[in-house]
């Protein structure tokens, strides 16, 4: 089945410490994006990817770094920068940037700090 | 700004009892908006996409319409099963780039 992966469910974090979170697709998909939820709040995006070797930043990306080396794949580290890491963050993805196609979102992982 | 403001921010609805859920929007250049359900420690679900004023989509009880400033998520005859998040969402243009403006959902709970 197509879809994407992330994990892990849940994680925690402990005072200075960085955090790496999964994001596989196997949709095919060029556009990857990572998005941060509160309570109460609507999501907020942290960074995009349009093709492989670029990203950029979205409205709260201070504090977290991507990368994307592989098509299926964009990982979310949560640095030590990030004084308010507790959230759930989801992954997803759409066919391309510029199609109106809609994103298609993994099942979160839940983070909190220890 | 961009915004997009959706209510009520919680429904309680008895099974049966058809409603609306409301998704008002202000952003330049619009391109698309997406309705998306999501269950408690999900991702959201797309639902539907509606691209200009006076669509309709429809699937199962839920049908989704937009206005040139708003959209309604109708639900008829709901079940239990319904309770959920339902988030909306549109697609802007903004320099040169895209992205989705979320709204902050409305909470749905269908009683047997």
């Known amino acids: 089945d197509g879809g994407i992966t992330q994990s892990p469910k849940y994680l925690f974090r402990k005072e200075g410490q960085n955090v790496t979170l999964s994001c596989e697709q196997n949709?095919?998909?060029?556009?990857m994006y990572w998005y941060r939820q509160d309570p109460g709040q609507g999501l907020r995006l942290i960074y995009y990817?349009?093709?492989?070797?670029?990203?950029q930043k979205g409205d709260i990306a201070e504090g977290y770094s991507v990368s994307r080396e592989k098509k299926e794949s964009f990982p979310l580290t949560v640095t030590s920068a990030q004084k308010n890491p507790t959230a759930f963050y989801l992954c997803?993805?759409?066919?391309?940037?510029?199609?109106?196609?809609?994103?298609?979102f993994g099942d979160g992982t839940r983070l909190s700090i220890l | 700004e961009d915004q997009v403001t959706q209510s009520p921010e919680a429904l309680r609805l008895q099974e049966g009892e058809s409603s609306s859920l409301n998704c008002s929007y202000t952003?330049?250049?619009?391109?698309?908006l997406f309705w998306y359900r999501q269950d408690p420690g999900k991702g959201p679900e797309f639902l539907f996409t509606?691209?200009?004023a006076g669509e309709e989509k429809e699937k199962e009880r839920l049908k989704a319409t937009l206005t040139k400033k708003e959209s309604f998520l109708h639900i008829t005859a709901p079940k239990p099963e319904d309770s959920a998040t339902y988030l909306c969402?549109?697609?802007?243009?903004?320099?040169?780039?895209?992205?989705?403006?979320f709204g902050k959902g409305t909470k749905l709970t269908v009683n047997p």
């Open positions: 997803a993805s759409r066919r391309d940037q510029r199609s109106n196609q809609p994103q298609h």
């Open positions: 949709l095919n998909h060029d556009a």
């Open positions: 990817s349009q093709i492989v070797n670029d990203f």
């Open positions: 952003v330049s250049g619009l391109r698309g």
């Open positions: 509606l691209y200009s």
């Open positions: 969402a549109v697609h802007v243009a903004q320099g040169g780039s895209e992205k989705l403006v």
